[in-house]
């Protein structure tokens, strides 16, 4: 682990926050960049880490990506911790806790960051489909479809719910205001997942499409590929059977039947003897099933249908394979704007489609936000600041590292160590550690300042991006007021209060201002 040196000119580190609005799951890794006075073998710095320490700002830790030189200064661009998620791999469904989950993806994408899920939500239980993608794509629509946001602060991954931290805004530089109309769709389209983990479950034929009869000759193998309504960690292997009902084999290892080409049965025996045989496989993407089938050597019989059959022209499917893996049936709900078609820029409604949308509940958490961009008006703020961060906020989160305590002990043996703290115990110095080091992390914005809330006289605003150097933190927020934060700006008024604070103006203007009030 490096630091960032004393020599540097400059630094910036730019951060986002995980997006809550399902119809844009936005959202960078952190980067930090800097400048220093370049040196002998400065190129061995390419994908070190490095640690950018500012008293008044906190630590950053991140790895070297892009070096550059020029008149004798070494440019130094690094990614921050998230960017180990940003990789693709194949991840299989899960059923567990938040905090599982967190750590099965660490696993999967080699990250070794120390990971700080919020205990107010580590222990919720979550059952999460399996894909093959960028894990970072996907961890951020599961965040946003659960109201969930992450983000580094200092060495740490932080899983922590939305407006967990109000900003801190010291010295106002500057700030403005942006409102503006929106294209709207007349309706849009929320697609949620209703998703049952399941052992012995029957994941083919697939409910949302017509089962395939396959057909093989003899001696040939067939090969095919079926996309599931789920995704499996592991697929049991089906046995023949010389009859198979037109039923769920849920419950079971799964069954298949063999007809001929005189539409009559083929015995599991007589398959079986002349090498016909099924094998089944999870693909690469945990949402695909693999089915392998060796036709029978015997020609006479072929081609051959894995299929019961009524007779030479009727057919069904006879192959039902079951596994272990979470399966979904799609619900999609419909959401009117308002916004007539006869006036709308678009006569096609906007499709919000996520995996990890899996109840009514979150479709209609989502549509709130959703309409948000898709309906407007946008409304969002950009400013500079001398600080974001709330002091002390980060006291739970960061932690001296075992590289503090050598640099806070150098040189010292063991002996001298436990001389010097004679007759404590281990939860003594714990405390004294902790206190000793309070001031390193009580003023920690990176991390902190992303998803933080803004409050102002006539709204709420989340920060949606900063970009932090040395003297100024500059940000990018959009409008977040909530019922509560209605209520409590209202404590007491009435219904004519209200009319009277918003007299001939439309809801369209209410929800500019949502929080303004006349005395």
Known sequence: ???????????????????????????????????????KNSHLLLNQQVILDDAGRGRFEAEVRDLSKSGGSLSVTADGALTGFNEWHSVPPYSGTLAGYVNLLTVITGVSNAVFVDPSIATKPVVVSGFQGNVFDQFRQFLSAN?????????????RPIRTIVAYDVNIIDES?????????????????????????????????????????????????FTLDGSLVSVNQPVVQD??????????????????????????????????????????????????????????????????????????????????????TKNTITFNTGEDQINSDSFTGAEIDSPYIQSTGQAITAAIYAMKSLVGPSHSLSGSTVSLNQPNASAEIVAASIGDFNATYPGMLISGFNLAHAGQTIEQFNAFWEEANANDFSNQLF??????????????????????????????????TTIGDFNGRFAGATIADFNTHYAGQVIRDYNVTPLRRIA
């Open 243 to 328: 009859y198979v009902a037109n039923a769920s084999y849920a419950g079971t290892n799964g069954v298949y039947a063999v007809a001929g080409n005189d539409g009559l049965p083929i015995t599991a025996a007589q398959w079986t003897a002349s090498g016909g045989r099924i094998a089944v496989e999870i693909g690469t993407d945990p949402r695909v099933l693999v089915v392998t089938v060796y036709g029978a050597n015997i020609p006479r019989l072929a081609p051959f249908r894995i299929a019961m059959t009524a007779g030479t022209s009727s057919y069904y499917n006879a192959l039902r394979v079951t596994g272990t893996g979470a399966a979904w």
């Open 147 to 159: 109201q969930w946001e992450v983000s580094q602060v200092f060495q740490r991954i932080v899983v």
């Open 177 to 225: 205001e942006s409102i503006g109309v929106v294209t709207t769709p007349p309706t849009f389209d929320i697609n949620w997942y209703q998703t049952i983990w399941g052992t012995q479950r029957e994941f083919y034929p697939v409910p949302s499409a017509e089962a395939t009869v396959l057909v093989v000759e003899s001696g040939e193998t067939l090969v095919q590929e």
């Open 1 to 39: 682990m490096g630091t960032v040196t004393a020599n540097r000119e400059n630094y910036s580190v730019q951060e986002d926050a995980t997006s809550f609005d399902p119809a844009s799951p936005s959202g960078g890794v952190g980067q930090l960049s800097y400048t220093i006075s370049d040196y």
């Open 447 to 480: 991390g902190q300042g992303v998803g933080a809330r803004l409050v102002r006289d006539t709204a709420c605003y989340r920060v949606t991006s900063t970009t932090t150097g040395p003297d100024v933190v500059n940000y990018e927020a959009v409008s977040d």
